[in-house]
Antibody
């Protein structure tokens, strides 16, 4: 069974940093592009970033470029999102996704003083 | 970047109604379109992939059609469990989501 389990969310002050993790199981992690998607409270879904199988290509939505870094460790079947210079508008549930068929349950990030 | 325009944003309907939601892409995405259902506090649930393929376990009252830039999600006979928010997503080039359609009880 495919499983994606996010962790690392929490409350952080504006300007602070947070690192999200996503533990993958039930499939060959190293064979897939992986993505992060977020959803602000009461709002729609927004793709944040994705990364190629070997980490050689990474893409970001404009609003997080230069602040967020996506990475992966294929040996640990894990995906990461390093979030720096956080803003109130980054408050959201962050989902890890393999493709349209496999999503995690999300982790909540709240940016507030 | 590919933009996705979904309509309507809200839809009021009754149990048994036929419901149609439309999604338009700013450029051709072939058939690389998915539809999701989301309920409060839950992750999105895949209904349709590749524009018209029904995900395993999804009731047959859900169907998808279209290609290129125009797509529709149809619920043939709305059931009580179907009151939720629906999103389209293109995955032809990176990912982009529509703004969502909330299906409410009339």
């Amino acid at each position: 069974e495919v499983q994606l389990v996010e962790s690392g969310g929490g409350l952080v002050q504006p300007g602070g940093s947070l690192r999200l993790s996503c533990a993958a199981s039930g499939f060959t992690f190293s064979s897939y592009w992986m993505s992060w998607v977020r959803q602000a409270p009461g709002k729609g879904l927004e793709w944040v970033a994705n990364i190629k199988q070997d980490g050689s290509e990474k893409y970001y939505v404009d609003s997080v470029k230069g602040r967020f870094t996506i990475s992966r460790d294929n040996a640990k079947n894990s995906l990461y999102l390093q979030m720096n210079s956080l803003r109130a508008e980054d408050t959201a549930v962050y989902y890890c996704a393999r493709d349209v068929r496999a999503w995690g349950q999300g982790t909540l990030v709240t940016v507030s003083s | 970047d590919i933009q996705m325009t979904q309509s309507p944003s809200t839809l009021s309907a009754s149990v048994g109604d036929r419901v149609t939601i439309t999604c338009r892409a700013s450029q051709s995405i072939s058939s690389w379109l998915a539809w999701y259902q989301q309920k409060p506090g839950k992750a999105p649930k895949l209904l349709i992939y590749k524009a018209s393929s029904l995900e395993s376990g999804v009731p047959s009252r859900f169907s998808g059609s279209g290609s290129g830039t125009e797509f529709t999600l149809t619920i043939s006979s709305l059931q009580p469990d179907d009151f939720a928010t629906y999103y389209c997503q293109q995955y032809n080039s990176l990912w982009t989501f529509g703004q969502g359609t909330k299906v409410e009880i009339k």
